[in-house]
């Protein structure tokens, strides 16, 4: 048994070495957004490590989470346009270049991990050709957890969240705030702390995970879990960058990239309600909306709805169509 392992290892060994001119080592970076323990970080340090041991090292990869190398809104550009080999985004963060990226925002239309597997499933292929286009090759997609509104008071209607300081990720977080009468203010995740301590926000909506990672609990003091929407994170790699890779190896990428999308769906999935414990554990309340509240969410949710729809047109129509089938 340790002789035929030993055996086993040599061969692998001298196959690597054969190997080794063929293609020399490369060095990747992907930019991330999110703080190294949060689990799309997580899983993206292990996909670099799968890509990492299937290549015997000539692939190496380094993550740089937390918006160490570029800032969330700058990671797709710097990607598209060969400064980083890979990246993560929020893939809403661009709904602006394309609807379609902001298919997994729409409030209230996939509201579970099935359905908002299903939703990917049903628009990755526009995902796929609009990133194409744009010189980027999709990789794999991951959820965050269910979003719900983190507040220093109690909300019992949507007139409550009128003239609040509203901190949004994106061009619907934005627009909720237009619609409630509150005062929409743009922050990242890697900014969202500061922006806590110094009070220039006091209400926002984001996952259990993100007001975990931002101490929430030091300054608000509700959760209302409205589960509104699924958002997700898209990895990407830069398309002339992976051209360039040997056969084997890009083989490999895109073998690691199916097994994070797996884990990452999983790993999501199990931390969701770990991350509502941790806030209730620091004393904050947990709630689920109140019945007036979640008929006015329910009622901007179609007002929204509508928006999509008018911005996607027949191709928002046929996704959708996919994904109610
Ligand atoms: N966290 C990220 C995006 C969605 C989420 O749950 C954020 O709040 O910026």
Redesign the pocket.
Known sequence: MMFKLIKTCAIAACVAALAAPAMAQTKWNLPAAYPADNPHSVNLIAFAKDVADATGNKLQITVHPAASLFKAPEIKRAVATGQAQAGEV?ISLHENEDPMFGIDVIPFLSTSYPAAKKLWLASKPAIEKKLASQGLMLLFAVP??P?GIYAKKDLNTVEDMKGLKWRA?NVGTSRIAELVGAQPVTI??AE?PQALATGVVNAFM??G??GYDSKSWETMTHFYDTQAWI?KNVTFVNKAAFDALDKPTQDAILKAAAVAEERGWKLAEEKAKWYLEQLQANKMKVLPPPAALKTGLEKIGEQLTADWLKKAGADGEAVIATYKK
């Open positions: 929020l965050w957890g979003q990720y990242q995740a969202l984001t996952s995970s993100t958002p």
